[in-house]
């Protein structure tokens, strides 16, 4: 992984853990970012096929690892390729489980995920327990990671008739709305258990 401010690269574990205590580059020290450093490291693709090439198992020895990975947190492993299919709210994503997490709905061409996205479990509550804001018809959802904030507090508003601008809060920070959702469930959640929880509130 290869930071856009400087090009210094990195192996892309160590640097994601680095950005999540801090928006500095550990090399030279350049401020990446002061809220979203990780929309700030790119996966550089020619560095990649050096390192295969000099070093022997290693795409193997990656690959069994990127599996572990997955499967110890219950999440499918994506797969290569990006899709062309746009992301946006679908009005036919209410189907819930009796565990109260959504099931995954039928691929009709109207949903609001990548074939070969991971999905993130949300849960989405309105902010302080004295809050007059209506609550969602269905707090538990699954969604595509690459959803931005701003579209999932669309969908929110949508869902609950807020017609004022809405403001999302995970772990008592206010989100960035160009943010998706796993730079959130990175460098804000930190990669706790499912589900996320995050809050709306009406914007300041």
């Not at 904030?149 to 949508?158: E, M, R, S, T």
């Not at 004022?164 to 460098?187: F, P, R, V, Y």
């Amino acid at each position: 992984a290869t930071v856009t401010e400087c090009l210094h690269s990195f192996c892309k574990s160590c640097i994601v853990k680095h950005l999540q205590t801090k928006q500095t580059c550990p090399q030279c020290s350049i401020l990446i970012h002061e809220t979203a450093p990780m929309q700030y490291v790119g996966y550089d693709l020619t560095l990649q096929s050096i390192i295969n090439k000099i070093v022997p198992g290693l795409v193997d020895r990656e690959s069994q690892c990127l599996n572990e990975f997955y499967a110890s947190r219950g999440l499918s492993v994506p797969q290569n390729g990006n899709s062309s299919r746009p992301i946006t709210p679908s009005t036919k994503t209410e189907s819930v489980s009796e565990e109260g997490v959504e099931d995954d709905p039928p691929d009709d061409g109207n949903t609001w995920f990548h074939p070969t996205d991971v999905r993130i479990s949300l849960c989405l509550e309105p902010a302080g327990k004295e809050t007059s804001l209506q609550e969602m018809p269905m707090k538990y959802i699954r969604c595509s990671m690459r959803l931005k904030v701003d579209h999932l507090a669309n969908f929110i508003k949508q869902k609950t008739k807020i017609l004022d601008d809405l403001q999302l809060i995970c772990n008592k920070k206010t989100l960035d709305g160009g943010l998706t959702l796993e730079n959130i469930w990175l460098e804000t959640w930190k990669a706790k258990e499912a589900p996320m929880r995050v809050y709306y509130n009406l914007k300041k």
